[in-house]
C-alpha cells in the first residue's frame, strides 16, 4: 500500500493517478473539504484526516509499505512542513515501511533565514537521513502547473505579472514528470538515499515564459513587473495585524529574489538514473492549454 499525503493537489494527484494506472493500491491522505472525486473514481482508498493531528498520521500510516509527502503549508510551515514530516517519518520507522519519497525545494539547504518553508523542509531532510529509512528527496525547481492559471489568464488578456528581477534564472519541471520521477524512485536502485535536484531541461529566464505564452497563444505579451519594494510593503503591513502571515510571506519573497535552477549535468544525471527524457515547460503548455 502506498499512501500519498498532499494527494489533491498538484502533484500528489498526479501521483496518485500514476500508481492506479499501475494498479498499485493508494490510500489519498485529503481533507474533507478538498476534492478528492477523481481519486476515488480511480481506486484509491480515502483517508479524510488532518495532518495537523498525530492520530491521523498513526492511523494514515497502518499498512503501508511506501510513502509520499508531497503537501505544503502555504504559512504554517511549523505545523505543516515540519511536524506533520516528522510524524510521517516516526510512523514510517514504526510500520516498518520499505521507502520514503519527500518531496521538498530547490534551494533547501542554502540557508534561508526569512523562509520558514525552506528551513521546515530541510530540517525534514536531516531527519529523514538519520532516520534509518530506505529514502529518496526530491527538491524541485517551479513547478509547470503552477503557471497554468497565469497561462490561462494571459490568454484571455495577453498580460503576464512577471514578480522578481526578469533576469533570474529557473529550471520549471513538468510536474507530469515529477510524478514519475517520485513513483519509480521506488524500484530505482540509483534513487535509494539520494537527493535530487529536479528541474526541466531548459534554464529559462524569468523574462522567458511571458515570450513562451506569447508563442503558444500568438500574441504579443504584455509585462507587468512590481518592484520587489512593493511586495515588502504589503508584508510589513499584514505584519502589524498577522505576524503569521508576513512569516509566510518570507518563503514568497524568498522564492521572488533568488534564482532556482539545476544544472545541465544535474538534468543529465536526473535523465539517466530515471531512463527520462524531461519535458519542456512550453510542451507542458501546449498539451494543457494549446489548441
Not at 485529503?30 to 498520521?57: N, P
Not at 525547481?141 to 505579472?161: D, K, M, V
Request: with cysteine; proline share 4%; hydrophobic share 40%.
Amino acid at each position: 500500500m502506498y499512501l500519498v499525503t498532499g494527494a489533491t493537489g498538484g502533484i500528489g494527484r498526479r501521483i496518485v493517478r500514476l500508481l492506479r494506472e499501475r494498479e498499485q493500491p493508494v490510500r489519498a491522505f485529503v481533507r474533507l473539504t478538498s476534492r478528492y472525486g477523481e481519486l476515488e473514481q480511480r481506486g484509491a482508498e480515502i483517508f479524510i484526516g488532518d495532518l495537523r493531528e498525530d492520530k491521523d498520521i498513526q492511523k494514515a500510516c497502518k499498512g503501508v509499505q511506501y510513502i509520499i509527502s508531497t503537501h505544503g503549508s502555504g504559512i504554517d510551515a511549523q505545523a505543516l512542513d515540519y511536524r506533520a514530516n516528522i510524524e510521517l517519518i516516526d510512523q514510517a520507522k514504526e510500520q516498518g515501511v520499505q521507502h520514503f519519497v519527500f518531496i521538498s525545494v530547490l534551494g533547501a539547504d542554502r540557508g534561508y533565514e526569512d523562509a520558514p518553508v525552506f528551513k521546515a523542509k530541510r530540517a525534514v531532510e536531516k531527519y529523514l537521513e538519520a532516520s534509518g529509512l530506505n529514502y529518496t528527496i526530491l527538491r524541485p525547481s517551479g513547478l509547470a502547473s503552477n503557471l497554468i492559471p497565469l497561462a490561462e489568464q494571459f490568454r484571455q488578456t495577453g498580460i503576464y505579472l512577471l514578480n522578481g528581477d526578469p533576469k533570474n534564472r529557473t529550471s520549471i519541471v513538468s510536474t507530469d514528470d515529477l510524478a514519475q520521477i517520485a513513483v519509480d524512485s521506488f524500484t530505482i536502485e540509483g534513487a535509494r538515499n539520494q537527493i535530487f535536484p529536479v528541474g526541466g531541461p531548459d534554464i529559462l529566464k524569468r523574462e522567458d515564459i511571458p515570450r513562451i505564452f506569447g508563442r503558444i497563444f500568438n500574441r504579443e505579451p504584455i509585462v507587468i513587473n512590481p518592484p520587489l519594494l512593493v511586495l515588502d510593503g504589503i508584508r510589513n503591513a499584514i505584519g502589524f495585524v498577522n505576524p503569521q502571515a508576513r512569516k509566510g510571506l518570507g518563503t514568497f519573497r524568498t522564492l521572488l529574489a533568488n534564482e532556482f535552477f539545476c544544472t545541465k549535468s544535474e538534468i543529465t544525471n536526473l535523465e539517466l538514473i530515471y531512463n527520462l527524457k524531461l519535458e519542456s515547460l512550453e510542451s507542458f503548455v501546449r498539451r494543457y492549454l494549446g489548441d
